[in-house]
T-cell receptor
């Protein structure tokens, strides 16, 4: 069964360092997402990506964050200068539905980021 | 502002004790309501999509229903392996798109 894969599963970094989280979405999917979940809190939308550009982003997704799809298969989230409050589980998700309405999302297992 | 509220926050059941989880929502024009299951340290796993009031979906011991203001996830004769956090999400309008927006979830523990 096709699945979304994420690496690394856990990353520990020092405050101020750059972090890149990687995702390989399901191959024939068109829409890609990053969500995050701070421990004990709800799953929060960060950004959506379609046709090689950001389609929507939340208030959380400020200038410290960026996404790209460098090679047609990988989908990355970069945090330029990490802060303590960036510590969270980051989930990549993809959807196979076209059009304005995203449907069922397939999530990866997540990358746990710990900022010290 | 679009909102998704789930209740209860936590629920403990004995094996075989049926119950229901609630998801109430306020969105302008529902474009889909989703139920997901999340195991500890894992990503959400899709269960159901509901689009219109009166719609029902079933999968094993789970049945999801939808009204104009809320959705219920009914769990019939649960087993310990049903223990997980159940998340409700609705399509919330964001710019020119509709983005799945999650509630806080209901943490379900089923005791043998």
């Amino acid at each position: 069964e096709p699945e979304v894969t994420q690496t690394p599963s856990h990353q520990v970094t020092q405050m101020g360092q750059e972090v890149i989280l990687r995702c390989v979405p399901i191959s024939n999917h068109l829409y890609f997402y990053w969500y995050r979940q701070i421990l004990g809190q709800k799953v929060e939308f960060l950004v959506s990506f379609y046709n090689n550009e950001i389609s929507e982003k939340s208030e959380i997704f400020d200038d410290q964050f960026s996404v790209e799809r460098p090679d047609g298969s990988n989908f990355t989230l970069k945090i330029r200068s990490t802060k303590l409050e960036d510590s969270a589980m980051y989930f990549c998700a993809s959807s196979g539905l076209a059009g304005l309405v995203a449907g069922e999302l397939f999530f990866g297992e997540g990358s746990r980021l710990t900022v010290l | 502002e679009d909102q998704v509220t789930q209740s209860p926050e936590a629920l403990r059941l004995q094996e075989g004790e049926s119950s229901s989880l609630n998801c109430s929502y306020t969105v302008s024009g529902l474009r889909g309501l989703f139920w997901y299951r999340q195991d500890p340290g894992k990503g959400p796993e899709f269960l159901f999509t509901l689009y219109s009031a009166g719609e029902e979906k079933e999968k094993e011991r789970l049945k999801a229903t939808l009204t104009k203001k809320e959705s219920f996830l009914h769990i019939t004769a649960p087993k310990p392996e049903d223990s997980a956090t159940y998340l409700c999400a609705v399509q919330a309008r964001r710019g020119g798109s509709y983005i799945p927006t999650f509630g806080r979830g209901t943490s379900l523990i089923v005791h043998p």
